[in-house]
């Protein structure tokens, strides 16, 4: 799944090289984990303000644990198609994407405003900040050492 | 099997623990702390105040602390990445201290917030209570094996192997983890 997400970085590298003696020298490193791309980044923060909005929550004091899940939803938005709860373990990803139990917004978020990923708190919890909005630089600078 | 399932933290949670906002690994301490022999190298160059390699600032420095001794200086986390495998033979093997395991993601939010826990937890116990973690993304048979769900699972694993291993899901206070660790023991 991730290797398909390689797949265009992996080509772009290799036709950078002109020389026969960079290729033989210099291999590109296939990671383990991506990065999402910049347009989801963007896509799923647009949809994350939204939903605050929409739903009376506020983001966690801590932006760092937002952009981190932001970036999570981004992530699986590449790979499956559909933002997955980047704070679950699934037996079978592409199923649980297609079946959307757990697509944010998730079930339980959507019945009873409970986000364990602590992405949109209520305001009566502790972690919860005065915040419904978050910066593309606020997000790339809380995950920047990731 | 006790079973603690916990969504939010309850309210009598203190805040142990200060939010950072910009970088998320745990306090990285440089690694160029003056080694503990510096005293002795200042003594020394009082006696060679002759040479010309030293200056006259470092011969006359008097020294008003003794550095610290960079016990957790080495390594950037006290808490390691572990492999299933890795994971399996320590259970197996002699356990003489508490284990707890940590189940993460990558782009899990709260799964950040248990790593710095678990890094506070790790200074405080020292040997006393083996913490490792294991990537859900890396170890995926592993994870779906201990049927992890929601992210962070923690695994408390007692070195009596009579005692039945405890699972928490979720975010938990650094004291419930202290008192389970404690009870266990």
């Known amino acids: 799944m991730t290797l398909q997400l390689q797949a265009p970085s992996f080509a772009a590298s290799l036709s950078s090289f002109v020389s026969p003696l960079n290729r033989s020298t210099r291999r590109p490193v296939i990671?383990?984990?991506?990065?999402?791309?910049?347009?989801?980044?963007?896509?799923?923060?647009?949809?994350?303000?939204?939903?605050?909005?929409?739903s009376g929550t506020y983001f966690c004091v801590d932006k760092g644990v937002t952009s981190v899940v932001i970036k999570g939803l981004?992530?699986?938005?590449?790979?499956?198609?559909a933002p997955l709860c980047p704070c679950r373990h699934y037996d079978d990803k592409p199923a649980e994407?297609?079946?959307?139990?757990?697509?944010?917004?998730?079930?339980?978020?959507?019945?009873?405003?409970?986000?364990?990923?602590?992405?949109?708190?209520?305001?009566?919890?502790?972690?919860?900040?005065?915040e419904q909005a978050i910066s593309l630089e606020e997000i790339r600078e809380s995950t920047a050492n990731m | 099997m006790a079973l603690f399932q916990t969504q939010t933290p309850?309210?009598?949670?203190?805040?142990?623990?200060?939010?950072?906002?910009?970088?998320?690994?745990?306090?990285?301490?440089?690694?160029?702390?003056?080694?503990?022999?510096?005293?002795?190298?200042?003594?020394?160059?009082k006696t060679h105040h002759q040479s010309s390699l030293f200056s006259p600032?470092?011969?006359?420095?008097?020294?008003?602390?003794?550095?610290?001794?960079?016990?957790?200086?080495r390594e950037d986390y006290l808490v390691k990445k572990v492999s299933a495998q890795e994971v399996q033979e320590l259970v197996k093997g002699d356990r003489d201290v508490p284990i707890i395991v940590d189940f993460f993601a990558t782009w899990c939010g709260?799964?950040?917030?248990?790593?710095?826990?678990?890094?506070?937890?790790?200074?405080?116990?020292?040997?006393?209570?083996?913490?490792?973690?294991?990537?859900?993304?890396?170890?995926?048979?592993?994870?779906?094996?201990?049927q992890v769900r929601g992210l962070p699972t923690l695994l408390f694993i007692s070195p009596d192997s009579s005692k039945?291993?405890?699972?928490?899901?979720?975010?938990?206070?650094?004291?419930?983890?202290?008192?389970?660790?404690?009870?266990?023991?």
Not at chain 2, 60 to 73: E, N, Q
Request: hydrophobic share 35%; proline share 10%.
């Open chain 2, 10 to 45: 309850p309210p009598i949670y203190n805040h142990g623990f200060s939010f950072k906002t910009h970088s998320y690994s745990p306090v990285a301490l440089p690694y160029h702390l003056p080694p503990p022999s510096l005293p002795l190298s200042v003594s020394s160059m």
């Open chain 1, 31 to 54: 990671r383990a984990k991506a990065e999402p791309s910049d347009k989801s980044v963007e896509i799923m923060r647009k949809f994350s303000e939204q939903y605050a909005r929409k």
């Open chain 2, 110 to 146: 709260p799964c950040i917030l248990m790593a710095q826990e678990l890094e506070m937890l790790a200074v405080e116990y020292e040997s006393n209570v083996r913490i490792i973690k294991v990537d859900t993304d890396d170890e995926y048979e592993f994870a779906r094996d201990m």
């Open chain 1, 74 to 81: 981004a992530d699986h938005k590449d790979s499956l198609g």
């Open chain 1, 97 to 130: 994407a297609g079946q959307g139990f757990w697509n944010c917004p998730c079930v339980p978020m959507r019945e009873r405003k409970e986000c364990h990923c602590m992405l949109f708190l209520t305001p009566d919890n502790d972690f919860a900040g005065p």
């Open chain 2, 57 to 73: 600032s470092t011969v006359k420095r008097k020294l008003l602390c003794s550095p610290p001794h960079g016990k957790h200086v």
């Open chain 2, 164 to 185: 039945d291993a405890i699972r928490t899901e979720g975010l938990i206070p650094l004291q419930m983890m202290r008192d389970i660790i404690e009870n266990e023991m």
